[in-house]
């Protein structure tokens, strides 16, 4: 059974930092491309930062300078980094698995960021 578990959210003022933290089990960590993707109410989701199984990035442009993603393969866990946070990253965060071995993904249950003051 596949489990993401997202973790670091919560509210913080404009300026702010906040770590999101994803625990991954119940797939080949090191073999999984990973994500973190935001939800805004009334829109769609978006990407936010990805990393592939050898550590190559991709940051969207609006976080970009701002936010860094980062995989832990020991631990099982990637990291998002997120400073100067403004009022519009607002957003529910998901963490999302590729494998490489398998077509399917996987999503977490989501964390919730609220920027404001």
């Known amino acids: 059974q596949v489990q993401l578990v997202e973790s670091g959210g919560g509210l913080v003022q404009p300026g702010g930092t906040l770590r999101l933290s994803c625990a991954a089990s119940?797939?080949?960590?090191?073999?999984?491309?990973m994500g973190w993707y935001r939800q805004a109410p009334g829109q769609q989701r978006e990407k936010v930062a990805t990393i592939t199984t050898t550590g190559r990035t991709d940051t969207a442009e609006s976080v970009k300078g701002r936010f860094t993603i980062a995989r832990d393969n020991a631990k099982s866990t990637v990291y998002l980094q997120m400073n100067s946070l403004k009022p519009e990253d607002t957003a529910v965060y998901y963490c999302n698995a590729q494998p490489v071995y398998h077509v399917k993904s996987y999503w977490g249950q989501g964390t919730q960021v609220t920027v404001s003051s």
């Open positions: 119940g797939i080949t960590f090191r073999l999984s491309a």
